[in-house]
Each structure stands twice: as structure tokens, then as C-alpha cells.
């Protein structure tokens, strides 16, 4: 038995919720997590719409790109679509559950899903964050520091980019005189003991810091653990905003808008004058990325590819880099496909289903 918890531990294995905004509220808005799944149904928002129909298909578990509760309410009382969606919910037992900006901000997310459908390689994050790594530093007798390093790994410690199991590692002299009531595995109480020991430091993604002390109190064979977490400013390669990548045959600007307006399915692209002949290097955001137009002039792309840009901000492209907006339903709408790739990865007892309720509130003449 699949349960909603199930699958939002999923989810937030592959998206944690540590890496959402600080404005934002992805995470379960109704619902009981203990509850048995029996249909999913993923869209880009939850409307009264989006749980009618999840009510007449049998899906007890929304989930949705955007949040249904974004900020906070003092009353639910019908008065409007939120408050409508959120009581048919509870009324029903329906479960939503969104992942936003989170799903934003890691490297296989909402922004990649764009750069692959306009056949983008070499593909990194375009703003990547800060203070979303720390170093641990441990000392372990020499004996067992494979078991205390693989033990790390297991749960995410090591991991830089492309590459796994990363550790720094060196040789020297642990002291310490047990006292008490202690029960040293190593020496006698009340005698002073020096023990050949390694010093390993590795780095790992803040949001797991509780898995990896857990596995280093674990496998280290000491009573008492020796250890200290430094938080890093490093950028995490692997976390943030936007993608940026490389066509492989570079496109004229005409050629290339053309071709973005067929493969996003959008009826309108918002464009300024671009600035190079050929178009070689795009940056890309999904939803709202305008706060990124610097980030992609200073990377050298060609041109940024986002929605929500306001009037005033089209000339903040000031001949460096030509903006195309091209919507922000249209932006996100592939979503829906990412989430159900992930979900079925891991699950095949139950259906998942995309909602055919369009939720974009634009229509275009």
C-alpha cells in the first residue's frame, strides 16, 4: 500500500523542501499523509476545476506545481477560488501537494525540462546558490575509516558535480582520557591514550545534515564522536536558478524564435532586438526569471528565455542580450511531464494522470 507520505518523501528525496524559497510554501496544503494513495493527478495549478476533476476521476492526491496556499489565510469561508478548492478538498479527502520553487532550484528541474525540449547540451545551473554546503570534519581510527566513509556516502556525503564518494583524508595522533562512567572502546578509564587516527573532511548538501550525522554516530566505533560542521559560501554547482546551455548548430535569431514558439507551445514570444547573428548560447528560467536577465548577460548567453518580464525591465537588455518571454503558464507547462517521469520511476500500483484542465488564466487573440 502506497501512502501520501510515500510519495511526498519521494518527491522531497529528489526535491527537498529545504531548497524552496523563503516566500514560497511548497509541502502537503490538504490532507492526511497516512492516507492510502489511489490516482494522482498532476497539474501546473490547483483550482476548483483541477479537484472537480480529480473528484470525477477517482484521484485522491493532487499534485501541483504551484501552491494552492501561498499566503497565509485567515479565514476559509468560500469567498474565493482558493477557499472554494481547499474545502471541496478536505470535503472530498483529497490530497495537494505542490512542488515549486524547490523543484526550481535543482539542476534536473523545471528549467532543464525547457532546455532539453529546445535540444540544449552542456547544460549547468545559470545562478547557482550559496550557503547550501557544509564540510564535516571527523576523526576515526585508522582501522575503521572505510566503514565510517562508505557509511557517509551511502547518505550523500562526497558528492561534488559529477563525481561521488569525494573525501579528503589524513594521518595523525588522537589523545583523550576516558573518565567516569564512560566505556571506551579503546584504552582503560582514567589512563590517557593516544590513538593513530584519520581526519576526514568531506563536503555534503546542507539540507542532509541530519542523515549524515545520524550515519556517522553509526559506523564511527566511538562512544563519543569527535566532529564539527562548517557552513560553506561555496556556490553549489548543483542548486539554483535557471539553466544555461549550448545549441549544437547555432540558429539565426528569427530562425531560433520561430522554433522556440513551436516547441513551447505558446501563441506569443515577447522579444527584444537580438544582439548577435547567430544564436549559440541560451540561458533559461521557468515562471517568473527576470531577476536572472544579469546572471545571463554575464555568462555570455546569446539569449534568455523566461516569462513575466514588465515593460521597463525589456530594456535592462540594453544591447548585451535579447530577452524572449514566452509566457508563464507556457514556461511550466512540461512540468506535469517531469513530475510524472519522476513518479514513475519509483511507483506502478497506481495511476497518474495529467489533468486536462487548463489552468493558464491568459487567453490570446
Known amino acids: 500500500m502506497v501512502t501520501i507520505n510515500d ?18 510554501n511548497s509541502g502537503l496544503h490538504t490532507g492526511d499523509p ?24 477517482g484521484c485522491n492526491l493532487i499534485v501541483s506545481h504551484h ?55 552542456n547544460l549547468r545551473v545559470l545562478s547557482p546558490k550559496k550557503d547550501t554546503l557544509t564540510k564535516l570534519v571527523t576523526f576515526v581510527p585508522n582501522e575503521n575509516t572505510q566503514q565510517v566513509l562508505d557509511a557517509l556516502h551511502n547518505v550523500g556525503a562526497g558528492q561534488i558535480g559529477n563525481y561521488k564518494n569525494c573525501s579528503f583524508q589524513s594521518s595523525g595522533t588522537g589523545t583523550f582520557l576516558a573518565t567516569g562512567n564512560s566505556q571506551p572502546v579503546i584504552g582503560q578509564v582514567d589512563k590517557l591514550e593516544r590513538v593513530n587516527e584519520t581526519r576526514l573532511e568531506l563536503l555534503f548538501a546542507s539540507y542532509l545534515e541530519d542523515g549524515i550525522l545520524s550515519a ?57 532586438a537580438p544582439v548577435e547573428k547567430m544564436i549559440k548560447k541560451v540561458a533559461v528560467c521557468g515562471g517568473s526569471g527576470s531577476f536572472l536577465l544579469p546572471k545571463a548577460i554575464a555568462v555570455g548567453a546569446d539569449v534568455f528565455i523566461t ?43 497506481f495511476a497518474i494522470n495529467f489533468s486536462k484542465t487548463i489552468t493558464n488564466p491568459i487567453s490570446y487573440l
Not at 495537494?96 to 539542476?107: A, E, M, Q, R
Not at 549550448?246 to 520561430?258: G, Q, S
Request: with cysteine; proline share 3%.
Open 7 to 24: 510519495i511526498t518523501t519521494y518527491l522531497e528525496s529528489i526535491a527537498p523542501r529545504q531548497l524552496q524559497e523563503s516566500y514560497d
Open 34 to 57: 497516512s492516507w492510502p494513495v489511489t490516482h494522482v493527478l498532476l497539474s501546473l495549478d490547483c483550482t476548483e476545476q483541477v479537484v472537480n476533476e480529480a473528484i470525477q476521476t
Open 216 to 272: 556517522l554516530h553509526k559506523a564511527h566505533p566511538y562512544e563519543e564522536v569527535a566532529y564539527y560542521l562548517t557552513r560553506l559560501e561555496n556556490e553549489n554547482q548543483e542548486i539554483g536558478a535557471g539553466i544555461v546551455g549550448e545549441l549544437e548548430v547555432p540558429e539565426e535569431p528569427i530562425e531560433f524564435l520561430k522554433r522556440l514558439k513551436i516547441d513551447m507551445n505558446t501563441r506569443c514570444v515577447r522579444y527584444t
Open 67 to 121: 501552491p494552492i496556499i501561498f499566503k497565509g489565510l485567515k479565514k476559509i469561508t468560500g469567498s474565493n477560488y482558493i477557499e472554494r478548492a481547499i474545502i471541496k478538498a478536505i470535503k472530498h479527502d483529497i490530497a495537494i501537494y505542490s512542488l515549486h520553487t524547490n523543484f526550481d532550484n535543482i539542476l534536473q528541474g523545471v528549467s532543464q525540462r525547457i532546455a532539453l525540449k529546445l535540444g540544449l547540451k
Open 307 to 349: 516569462a513575466d518580464f514588465k515593460y521597463h525591465e525589456f530594456f535592462d537588455a540594453d544591447g548585451k542580450i535579447m530577452i524572449a518571454d514566452i509566457g508563464h503558464y507556457e514556461s511550466e507547462q512540461f512540468t506535469k511531464d517531469l513530475i510524472k517521469d519522476v513518479l514513475s520511476k519509483k511507483f506502478t500500483t
